[in-house]
């Protein structure tokens, strides 16, 4: 699933509320918060598909930069067997993640008055978790891993296989994660 933000007379808008086809309500507190709300819609297909375990990439928030800085992205998984699959291809790819807490008290923070849920929290909660627990909703009991790579998907200069600009940070990750990927 891919998305970028093209504003448009036919764009979704604050306060608007959508329906997924698994029956999902989500009210748009944040139309700058595209990523998630296409991004649940690939995680209901893998859950629906009963794949045996998911990992997806975003630019999903500016908080996983703010915590992890430029160059490591932030790790959040709903199985163990993933998140350290994702490790394991992160250290084999030169590719760092940082695991954070996928703290499920913080799902109230995006309770709806008019839908299920919001597609973000407001300002001043931790993003980078809520983000990520919007998605897992979405995946359900599939083993699941997120990704937030919005802090090295531009590199500022190049070092080592990098260039500066889009890195394609993720890519390689991805790779060896494929790799070594056995189903539970």
Not at 28 to 35: I, R, V
Not at 144 to 149: R, T, Y
Request: charged content about 20%; glycine content about 10%.
């Amino acid at each position: 699933m891919c998305t970028d933000n093209m504003p448009s007379g036919t764009a979704t808008a604050l306060g608007d509320v959508i329906t997924y086809r698994d029956g999902t309500t989500v009210e748009m507190l944040d139309t700058d918060a595209e990523g998630r709300v296409v991004l649940a819609d690939g995680l209901i297909l893998a859950r629906e598909e009963a794949h045996d375990g998911v990992i997806d990439i975003a630019t999903l928030t500016g908080s996983a930069v703010r915590a992890l800085g430029k160059d490591m992205s932030a790790l959040f998984a709903n199985d163990r067997s993933m998140a350290e699959l994702v490790e394991g291809a992160a250290a084999a790819s030169g590719e760092l993640v940082w695991e954070l807490p996928l703290h499920r008290a913080y799902r109230r923070e995006i309770d709806s008055l008019t839908a299920d849920m919001m597609n973000c929290a407001p300002i001043g909660k931790p993003d980078a978790i809520i983000a990520s627990l919007f998605l897992a909703h979405f995946v359900g009991e599939v083993p699941w891993a997120h990704v937030d790579m919005c802090g090295p998907a531009q590199a500022d200069e190049g070092r080592g296989v990098d260039v500066p600009g889009c890195s394609g940070w993720g890519a390689r990750l991805l790779a060896h994660a494929a790799l070594a990927f056995r189903p539970t």
